[in-house]
Nanobody, 126 residues
């Protein structure tokens, strides 16, 4: 059974930083593309960042470019999202997702992913 467990969310002031982690189990982690999505109240779930199974390619939403960085450690079965210069509009539940093995399609869409974590709340105060 695949499990994705996010951690690291919390309350931070505008301009602050948070680091999210997602620990994966029950899958061959090093062959799965991993993504981060977020969902604010009343809004659709939206793409934040993704990293291919090899780690060679990363993708970030325009809203995240220059502020957020996705990375992975295949030895620890963990994907990370470092978030800097946080803004109130970054407030949302952040979800980790996995697709694979050796997924070659677009990693920007919710429907591209087979497995999801339970989410972790990020709140940025103004």
């Amino acid at each position: 059974q695949v499990q994705l467990v996010e951690s690291g969310g919390g309350l931070v002031q505008t301009g602050g930083s948070l680091g999210l982690s997602c620990a994966a189990s029950g899958l061959s982690f090093s062959s799965f593309t991993m993504g981060w999505f977020r969902q604010a109240p009343g809004k659709d779930r939206e793409f934040v960042a993704a990293i291919t199974w090899s780690g060679r390619r990363t993708y970030h939403a325009d809203s995240a470019k220059g502020r957020f960085t996705i990375s992975r450690d295949n030895g620890k079965n963990t994907v990370y999202l470092q978030m800097n210069s946080l803004k109130p509009e970054d407030t949302a539940v952040y979800y980790c997702a996995a697709t694979g093995p050796y997924y070659s399609g677009s990693s920007f869409y919710v429907n591209s992913y087979d497995h999801w974590g339970q989410g972790t709340q990020v709140t940025v105060s103004s």
